[in-house]
């Protein structure tokens, strides 16, 4: 303390006031240069802005004069109604040489019913079906246009031009645009046109591409750029011809008070530099040992409470900070915990390093630091899990952004060593005191939370409810069951459902695991296979199935069996070798059993999977792709992985005839499928008018209510026997 008094009487007595002194000087100083430099950039903007709007009024008119000078010719009314068009004739005087010379961006010809004729795309002719992608902004002028020529209104929009015209600024494709339509009319009055027979054309140019750096160029002005909101730039409004704003167009405003006050506010700054200079040299000597002994102090304290890695408060710091939160929880107030942690961390681990890895980290905890208040608290507790605290925060749809900001703030790349990578979060959440006051039970229900964010597909977060905890002793219940079912056999069983082809006749069936719980009953596969494969009892489950699928073959020799693979067991090393090991065993013929995999599976590891897969067909074994249709990326799939069968998801089958999106699905699938030398299954038949549409659109083989439901092994002989008299019915 007395060490201290001399750099506060200095800091009393000489700091403050001088420091007061240039403060104020410089605000009177900066004071006088905004006043005086603010009234001539309003000017300049003004007449930026007046500038810009008669640019783009130009612009507009530009491309109905552009327009006109072809389309006002008794040549080009010839040429349209040629069979067929002369299409290079076409492309030099009404379309690519719009591009190349006007700058337009596409220009379509509509014949007399609107149908296009013609089309050209950036300087190239195109697919006159392609202008379907601009029909919801053009045809609202062809039909204006239209009934001015029915009515035989021949008056051209301005004195400037010589034929009728439409035209509005628009989106187009998602961009903006000009569109203007106008009239192929005989220039001579030689040809004769009956009003509303004629052909159109139709221009397109986008605001957002040449169009900017014209008008760069031509009107001297800064960067435009094409925005949906305007930001702190300059700007004016899109309007189209309906008044309904599209956009605007922004740019950097000329400020000459700006470079005015900025080269005045260079000499200030020197000037304060200066002195302030000479006020650091001498608190450098009066304050360098105080300040080393307080920065040795504060370093070991920081270590002591923080993470080496990240910066952050580590687990001590943040439970001493969640304890006394929750203290203050006692007395009224009230806070939230999230536990947090990285999807596919692991991956980039072992793809790139641990030293990649800690980068990650690294910038995984920056990313949350912008994101949460000065108040909160972020901690990592080691590994690749972190912990925020939020005092005086319950508000669902306020934690619900936090969480949703984080999840975006994620799921952009990581840039690590020179790679990309990607990674996704499960968060966990839990409040205080609603679901209690002490941190190591918090912290408890925190985890089942972000342990059911990553049970539902992780990358999520989930609030605990106290049916999670409920959840979580019924598993660990269910756990040690099928350890029991597993050993014992009791409860366990396989069900199959027919497979029938097109001609009705049951070509297999697919087996379908039926576990009847001792306490709870019939336990179905979604709830059962889940707990298998977080305890790795999938592994033995799976080979249970496989030698019972295995020993239901060898009963039904004209039969297959289908059975479903677990991604997880694809994971474990040997998986293939121990399948066709079990397949030996039982004696059991390859070509009957068919395994179903998700794209669960094929994510996973590529090289793994292709090597598995592979030496699996290599044996005779067929594989389908279950599920087809519902993910994102099938047909890459199809393309880097060896199948012989996709099986189409119930939903688009079950939606035949309620949405035109699932027929035409499904008719894709078929094609795709057939093409690739595919047999195509779908699954969820119920009717017949479903049966009758998947006959009809080629599906070779149907699975559903409608041939029969899951039965056990001993009626499947009758159900041959049953498909075999209805054929012959």
């Known amino acids: 303390m007395i060490g201290a008094r001399p750099g506060r009487l200095l800091l009393k007595a000489v700091i403050v006031p001088t420091a007061g002194a240039l403060l104020l000087l410089a605000a009177m100083v900066g004071a006088v240069l905004h006043f005086a430099t603010e009234g001539s950039d309003a000017v300049a903007a003004q007449r930026q802005a007046r500038l810009v709007e008669v640019a783009?009024?130009?612009?507009?008119?530009?491309?109905?004069?552009?327009?006109?000078?072809?389309?006002?010719?008794?040549?080009?009314?010839?040429?349209?109604?040629?069979?067929?068009?002369?299409?290079?004739?076409?492309?030099?005087?009404?379309?690519?040489?719009?591009?190349?010379?006007?700058?337009?961006?596409?220009?379509?010809?509509?014949?007399?019913?609107?149908?296009?004729?013609?089309?050209?795309?950036?300087?190239?002719?195109?697919?006159?079906?392609?202008?379907?992608?601009?029909?919801?902004?053009?045809?609202?002028?062809?039909?204006?246009?239209?009934?001015?020529?029915?009515?035989?209104?021949?008056?051209?929009?301005?004195?400037?031009?010589?034929?009728?015209?439409?035209?509005?600024?628009?989106?187009?494709?998602?961009?903006?645009?000009?569109?203007?339509?106008?009239?192929?009319?005989?220039?001579?009055?030689?040809?004769?046109?009956?009003?509303?027979?004629?052909?159109?054309?139709?221009?397109?140019?986008?605001?957002?591409?040449?169009?900017?750096?014209?008008?760069?160029?031509?009107?001297?002005?800064?960067?435009?750029?094409?925005?949906?909101?305007?930001?702190?730039?300059?700007?004016?409004?899109?309007?189209?011809?309906?008044?309904?704003?599209?956009?605007?167009?922004?740019?950097?405003?000329?400020?000459?008070?700006?470079?005015?006050?900025?080269?005045?506010?260079?000499?200030?700054?020197?000037?304060?530099?200066?002195?302030?200079?000479?006020?650091?040299?001498?608190?450098?000597?009066?304050?360098?040992?105080?300040?080393?002994?307080?920065?040795?102090?504060?370093?070991?304290?920081?270590?002591?409470?923080?993470?080496?890695?990240?910066?952050?408060?580590?687990?001590?710091?943040?439970n001493d900070r969640t304890d006394h939160a929750l203290a203050r929880t006692r007395r009224g107030e009230e806070a939230t915990l999230l536990l947090l942690d990285l999807d596919r961390f692991k991956h980039v681990n072992d793809t790139f390093g641990h030293q990649a890895g800690d980068e990650l980290i690294r910038e995984f905890g920056s990313r949350l630091t912008a994101l949460v208040r000065e108040v909160d608290t972020i901690a990592r507790l080691g590994g690749d899990e972190f912990a925020i605290l939020l005092p005086q925060l319950t508000d669902k749809d306020a934690i619900d952004g936090l969480c949703q900001r984080i999840l975006s703030a994620v799921h952009a790349p990581f840039e690590v060593l020179g790679n990309q990578a990607f990674v996704g979060v499960s968060i966990g959440v839990v409040q205080a005191p609603a679901e209690g006051t002490d941190r190591v039970d918090l912290m408890r229900k925190a985890d089942i939370a972000l342990y059911k964010a990553k049970a539902e597909g992780r990358d999520c977060y989930r609030h605990f409810d106290l049916s999670m905890d409920a959840t979580v002793k019924l598993r660990g219940t269910v756990e040690e069951d099928l350890r029991s079912a597993l050993a014992t056999g009791e409860g366990l069983a396989l069900h199959y459902q027919p497979l029938v082809g097109t001609d009705g006749k049951m070509v297999g069936v697919e087996a379908l695991l039926r576990?009847?719980?001792?306490?709870?009953?019939?336990?179905?596969?979604?709830?059962?296979?889940?707990?298998?494969?977080?305890?790795?009892?999938?592994?033995?489950?799976?080979?249970?199935?496989?030698?019972?699928?295995?020993?239901?073959?060898?009963?039904?020799?004209?039969?297959?069996?289908?059975?479903?693979?677990?991604?997880?067991?694809?994971?474990?090393?040997?998986?293939?070798?121990?399948?066709?090991?079990?397949?030996?065993?039982?004696?059991?013929?390859?070509?009957?059993?068919?395994?179903?995999?998700?794209?669960?599976?094929?994510?996973?590891?590529?090289e793994l999977v292709r090597a598995g897969l592979a030496q699996l067909r290599a044996a005779g074994l067929r594989i389908a792709l279950d599920d087809f249709g519902t993910g994102y990326s099938s047909l890459s799939y199809l393309r880097k992985f060896e199948v012989d069968k996709i099986k189409i998801d119930r939903s688009f089958v079950q939606h035949l005839g309620h949405t035109v999106d699932s027929a035409a699905i499904i008719h894709a699938v078929v094609t795709l499928g057939h093409a690739m030398g595919l047999t195509v299954t779908a699954e969820g038949v119920e009717t017949g008018d479903q049966q009758r549409f998947l006959k009809l659109a080629g599906c070779n083989q149907m699975q559903g209510y409608l041939f029969s439901r899951p039965v056990p092994a001993g009626q499947i002989t009758a159900l041959v026997a049953q498909r075999c008299a209805l054929r012959a019915a």
Not at 288 to 309: I, K, M, N, P
Not at 549 to 577: H, I, M
Request: charged share 25%.
């Open 56 to 318: 783009m009024l130009t612009a507009v008119t530009g491309v109905r004069k552009d327009q006109e000078a072809s389309t006002y010719w008794d040549d080009a009314v010839r040429r349209v109604h040629e069979v067929p068009l002369d299409l290079p004739w076409i492309d030099q005087n009404l379309g690519i040489w719009f591009h190349s010379y006007y700058k337009h961006d596409e220009t379509y010809v509509l014949d007399a019913r609107e149908r296009p004729v013609y089309a050209m795309r950036n300087g190239r002719r195109a697919d006159p079906r392609q202008f379907s992608g601009i029909a919801p902004g053009a045809q609202p002028l062809v039909a204006q246009l239209r009934a001015k020529l029915r009515r035989g209104d021949l008056a051209a929009a301005s004195s400037v031009e010589q034929t009728p015209g439409a035209s509005t600024m628009a989106m187009v494709r998602g961009r903006p645009a000009i569109v203007s339509v106008k009239p192929i009319l005989s220039e001579t009055g030689e040809i004769t046109q009956r009003p509303g027979s004629e052909h159109l054309h139709l221009s397109v140019r986008y605001l957002d591409g040449n169009f900017l750096t014209d008008l760069a160029a031509d009107y001297g002005v800064e960067a435009p750029r094409f925005v949906t909101m305007p930001s702190a730039r300059a700007a004016i409004p899109l309007w189209s011809a309906e008044h309904r704003l599209i956009g605007y167009i922004e740019w950097q405003a000329f400020r000459p008070g700006h470079v005015v006050k900025r080269h005045m506010a260079i000499v200030l700054l020197t000037a304060l530099g200066l002195i302030g200079a000479v006020l650091a040299w001498l608190l450098n000597r009066n304050l360098r040992a105080r300040l080393e002994l307080e920065t040795s102090r504060a370093q070991a304290q920081h270590l002591a409470f923080h993470d080496a890695l990240t910066g952050l408060p580590n687990r001590a710091l943040f």
């Open 515 to 606: 576990w009847v719980h001792p306490e709870q009953g019939l336990l179905p596969p979604a709830q059962v296979i889940p707990i298998a494969e977080e305890t790795g009892l999938i592994i033995p489950l799976g080979e249970w199935v496989l030698r019972e699928s295995c020993a239901a073959a060898k009963r039904w020799p004209d039969l297959f069996v289908a059975l479903n693979l677990s991604p997880v067991q694809f994971r474990t090393t040997g998986f293939a070798e121990r399948v066709l090991e079990i397949i030996r065993e039982t004696g059991v013929r390859p070509e009957q059993l068919e395994l179903e995999v998700t794209e669960g599976v094929l994510i996973d590891d590529d």
